[in-house]
């Protein structure tokens, strides 16, 4: 029984360390201060602080591609810097309480005083959707876009993918409860083992 007792005491540890590791590692992770950050590197989670958004690909335009679509925006993170992000929906309800705009001039001008940030994955572009990226904003879309997307205000190499907190904290939260409740069941089991022992000895 206690060779059981160890073994249950290791998986509980073995599941519940990682993931309470990773939540910290959200809240403790690399700010991005412009587009040559060091944080910035393949599957890095980072936190990008941001003043305003601009739509890149907007479904009802001629933006959208086979590779992208409208859930990616550049983020504003300091005068002309720019951070492609991925947001995994395509609900504009997302974005309330942002600035977000659909013609890049009008980002170029903006002077935001509230901050906002969103916590990612690094990803790197495949060289496919590098070059997609680069020949359609080129042939499609405004000059300010061109600009932006081929490097001089933007790293056209990776995009930040957005991470949900919220749904990551339920599940960490579902996890150690079905954990606690399989240690209590098994220290109730134990207790009754340890009692039986007890009674056989005497």
């Known amino acids: 029984m206690s060779i059981i007792a160890i073994f249950v005491f290791s998986v509980v540890t073995f599941l519940t ?16 201060e412009d587009i040559h950050s060091q944080a910035l590197e ?21 933006h959208y591609t086979k590779y992208f679509s409208e859930n990616y925006y550049l983020l504003r993170i300091g005068a002309d810097q720019y951070v492609c992000v991925h947001i995994p929906t395509a609900d504009i309800k997302f974005w ?18 509230k901050k906002f940030a969103l916590i990612g994955k690094v990803e790197t572009f495949s060289a496919e959707e590098k070059e997609h990226l680069l020949n359609t904003v080129n042939a499609n879309a405004l000059q300010d876009y061109t600009k932006m997307i081929n490097g001089e ?7 930040v993918d957005l991470i949900y907190i919220d749904r990551e904290l339920i599940f960490v939260a579902i996890e ?3 954990l606690l409740v ?12 340890k009692e039986m022992k007890t009674e056989e000895e005497l």
């Open 96 to 113: 309330k309480g942002v600035t977000l705009y659909h013609n890049p001039s009008e980002a170029l001008v903006f002077n935001g005083e």
């Open 182 to 193: 399989f240690v209590i069941l098994f220290l109730k089991v134990f207790r009754k083992y």
């Open 153 to 159: 205000m933007t790293n056209p190499d990776i995009y």
């Open 17 to 32: 360390i990682p993931s309470l590791s990773k939540i910290l590692g959200y809240y403790f992770c690399d700010e991005v």
């Open 42 to 62: 393949e599957d890095k989670t980072v936190k990008v602080p941001f003043d305003c958004v601009i739509s890149i690909f907007d479904i009802k335009s001629t």
């Open 176 to 178: 150690s409860v079905v």
